[in-house]
C-alpha cells in the first residue's frame, strides 16, 4: 500500500501561521468579545489546514509533516507560502530574511510536487 502523501511544512512558516490571526481564531468559538477572531470570519479551509499542522507533531528541527490536506487546504497553504515568499524577499540582505525565503520556496515546491500542476509557483 502507498504511502499518505504528507506536506512538510519549515519550522520558520509553522512559526507563523501561529502567529496569524487565523490560528487565534482557531482558539476561539466565536461567542466571546473579540471580533476580530471570529472563526466564522476566516476561510474555513485556512482553519482546517493551520488545524492539521499544529495537530501535527514536530519534527527535531521545527518542521512537520502533515497528511491528509485535501486539494483546497493545498490551495490554501500555497497562497499563504506565496505571500511568506513575497515578504521574504525584501529582506534578503540579512541572513534570517534569506532562510524565510528558502523555507517558503520549499514549501511552494513542495505543494507542487503534491499537486503534480503543470503551472509555474512563486
Request: glycine letters at 6%.
Amino acid at each position: 500500500m502507498p504511502a499518505t502523501p504528507r506536506l512538510r511544512v519549515p519550522a520558520r512558516l509553522h512559526e507563523w501561521f501561529e502567529g496569524s490571526d487565523a490560528a487565534i481564531a482557531l482558539e476561539h468559538d466565536g461567542s466571546d468579545d473579540d471580533p476580530a477572531h471570529n472563526p466564522k470570519d476566516y476561510d474555513p479551509d485556512r482553519l482546517s489546514a493551520y488545524r492539521k499542522i499544529f495537530d501535527t507533531p514536530a519534527r527535531a528541527d521545527g518542521s512537520c509533516h502533515v497528511a491528509g490536506l485535501t486539494d483546497d487546504e493545498l490551495d490554501v497553504l500555497k497562497w499563504d507560502a506565496g505571500y511568506f515568499a513575497t515578504c521574504a524577499a525584501d529582506n534578503t540582505w540579512n541572513a534570517d530574511g534569506l532562510a524565510d525565503l528558502n523555507a517558503a520556496r520549499a514549501m511552494l515546491r513542495a505543494i507542487q510536487k503534491l499537486t503534480q500542476t503543470e503551472r509555474p509557483i512563486g
